[in-house]
């Protein structure tokens, strides 16, 4: 357990290398995925183009939206987005930033499985079989065959056992021309996506590198500004949770302990440690204004100032402070 805590902590603390390896294990199952897939092409005309072209870009749109689903961030930029102003601006570079870091992690797997079918090749030719060139290709001197029975007997090219036409046009002569295209087409888009990479990785920064520092910078902190709420959050509900059993086994005690000779035990000292943590948020509802708030009105980003406290936590800290009396004394003498 401890060598998997320890795993765990890792992958927290080193999130972009953790996603990097979500990407790259996800591009890898969908090149397994293509490999173990039972392709069959249905050989019928208007069926084979959709069939084709669904199998070359449907998978990729859902891998690249599991991108998206499996990244932790991606809450966080809408929690972002949809937040209201209040006291705290909202940048759109930053949101862009996290967005774009977001899509070129999650285009990964996509690129892959369009990369791997198109150098393939079976679903380009099974989408493209009826676009043949017969007048270069195929037997000029077959002729009688009208363009609907011409398309029918294309449409038949991926599949061998049931292709008739042989005399028109040799399948292996079609099958290795449809092929040697595609095979173009998917180097030609792997080269594509090599250089768009390059280019936003490494050239990007380069012409702007204030705004990309900025970006990258205030997108690490509400990254880090949320977890530790969270963590903060965490740490308040269990304090919470302690002080408020600890008091019902108190009051139980009490009770218990009403017709009983013996006096009930002097609580722990941890008790008023626990009570500590809490920072002064002792009840139900606070705890809810105070999460409100949160959502509603962040604290501005300006160290160097006071703290501004909000309507709510004014009151309620006023309501809180003990009236003070004073008395006069007068002397007669």
């Keep these: 357990m401890d060598k998997f805590r320890m795993i765990f902590q890792f992958l927290q603390s080193n999130q972009e290398s953790f996603m990097n390896g979500i990407c790259g294990i996800m591009a890898l199952a969908s090149a397994q995925i293509y490999v173990a897939f039972d392709f069959k092409c249905p050989c019928i005309p208007g069926y084979n183009l959709a ?14 939206l599991l991108g998206f689903v499996m990244n932790n961030n991606i809450s966080m930029l809408a929690e972002e987005w949809k937040r209201p102003t209040g006291k705290r ?38 989408a493209f079989c009826t676009s043949v060139p017969i007048e270069k290709l195929g037997n000029d001197s077959y002729t009688g065959l009208s363009e609907k029975a011409m398309r029918r007997i294309l449409a038949q ?16 002569v079609a099958i290795r021309y449809l092929r040697c295209i595609s095979q173009a087409i998917g180097w030609t888009f792997v080269l594509l996506m090599t250089l768009l990479a390059f280019l936003v990785r490494s050239l990007r920064p380069c012409f702007t590198q204030a705004a990309f520092l900025k970006s990258k910078y205030w997108s690490h902190y509400i990254d880090i500004e949320r977890k530790l709420f969270d963590e903060t959050c965490t740490e308040h509900a269990k304090s919470f949770a302690k002080v408020c059993i600890h008091q019902f086994f108190e009051g139980m005690n009490k009770d218990l302990s009403m017709g009983h000779s013996h006096f009930p035990e002097k609580a722990p000292s941890e008790a008023g440690e626990e009570k500590e943590k809490l920072l002064g948020i002792m009840d139900q509802r606070t705890m809810n204004k105070l999460l409100k708030s949160w959502h509603k009105c962040k604290p501005p980003l300006c160290l160097n100032q006071e703290v501004q406290q909000n309507g709510w936590v004014e009151d309620i800290i006023h309501s809180h402070v003990p009236k003070r009396e004073y008395a006069a004394y007068y002397s007669k003498v």
């Excluded at 069939?51 to 690249?64: A, E, K, N, S, W």
């Excluded at 774009?100 to 791997?116: D, G, K, L, T, Y």
């Design 157 to 172: 090219i991926p599949c061998t056992e049931i292709y008739s036409g042989q005399e028109l046009i040799a399948r292996e």
């Design 51 to 64: 069939y084709g072209m669904g199998i070359l870009f449907v998978p990729p749109l859902v891998l690249f």
């Design 89 to 126: 601006q909202k940048d759109p570079a930053v949101l862009r930033y996290m967005f774009c870091s977001m899509a070129q992690r999650a285009m990964i797997a996509p690129a892959v499985w369009i990369s791997v079918t198109l150098l393939d090749g079976e679903c380009f030719v099974c």
